[in-house]
């Protein structure tokens, strides 16, 4: 088969298509055609050599979502059959014709929606849930602020919580950002380059604060994010791009009872990756097979055209997500 590999550490350039053994299914996975790929930021981080694949990944095909057709099943598959159109969060090797799945990361693509639209959901929706819901609890009529709110993370936040009832805030780095980020249902965006985000927080909470805050910047954000958060409010790390060493008031934590936690996703087991993908099948794709949640793609390319992708992606000019389409 055609893959998309990583040559060696370094630039978009470095990515390369190269022919690659089809992969055999093993207990419990099958086999996908795929037909999309997402794009998402650990991608990057992979292929400049700083996010290296855990193990049972792939060693040199980056891509940790896809939509296709399943073409052949393993043993101790119950539920999918040969011909199934579903979307996978997977371990690795999404960039590529065929690309292996457990069964319980594979999920519908809804009726409503392309293979590409099917392919930016998996990575994000599972990491929203996971942080979000399940560490952040995020309830009901409680608020939520989300930094990076145009980027894949942001747009799938924004939509979930606001869909479930909740008042979501973000922050983004310019204007034309923070009214995409409006338009898709947030409460109100600050352009991080013009205010402090966390006094403008506490402004529009009339003092009170945010429930929850998922955050992938760290660094000077981290107090600035204490700052801002409502008692016994929840603080929920995904990345740390501004900064992993970071100083905070430790009497705010304690004054406001503050839960701080984080997580990364692709290390955990397909046990923990299935139950994720249970509650995603119950509570959101019906909100995504009514139109009430949608798909936002930015742009998609090519397969062959994936450096020109990661370039776009590193640009941080998107919005949204960011596809790769390998057959239509
Ligand atoms: N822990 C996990 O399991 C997990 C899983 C998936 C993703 N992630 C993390 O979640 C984040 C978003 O992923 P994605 O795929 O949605 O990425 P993405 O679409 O590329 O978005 C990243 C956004 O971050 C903002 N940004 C970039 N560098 C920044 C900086 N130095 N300071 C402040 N903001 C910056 C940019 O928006 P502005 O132009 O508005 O600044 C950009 O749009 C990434 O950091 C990724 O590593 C974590």
Redesign the pocket.
Known sequence: MKAIIITQPGGPEVLQIAERPTPIVKPGEVLIKVMAAG????D??QRKGNYPPPPGAPVDIPGLEVAGIVTEIGSDVTRLKIGDKVCALVIGGGYAEYCTAPEGQCLPVPDNLSFAEAASLP??FF?VW??VFDRGQLKPGESLLV????????VTAIQMATALGSEVYV????DD?CKFCENLGAVKAIN?NQENFSDAINKLTDGKGVDVILD??GGDYTPLNIKCLATEGRLV???S??GKNVTIDLTEVMRKRINIT?????SRDVEFKSAIAQNLQTHIWPLLASGKIKPVIYKVFAADEAAEAHEL?ES?E?????VLQFAK
């Open positions: 794009i998402n930021r650990p990057v981080a990575e994000t990491t996971s942080n930094h990076g709110g145009s980027s894949g993370i942001g922050t983004a780095g310019s950002k991080y992938m910047i790390h995904i990345n791009m501004k984080g997580s990364m996703l692709r992606m941080s998107h919005m949204g997500k960011i």
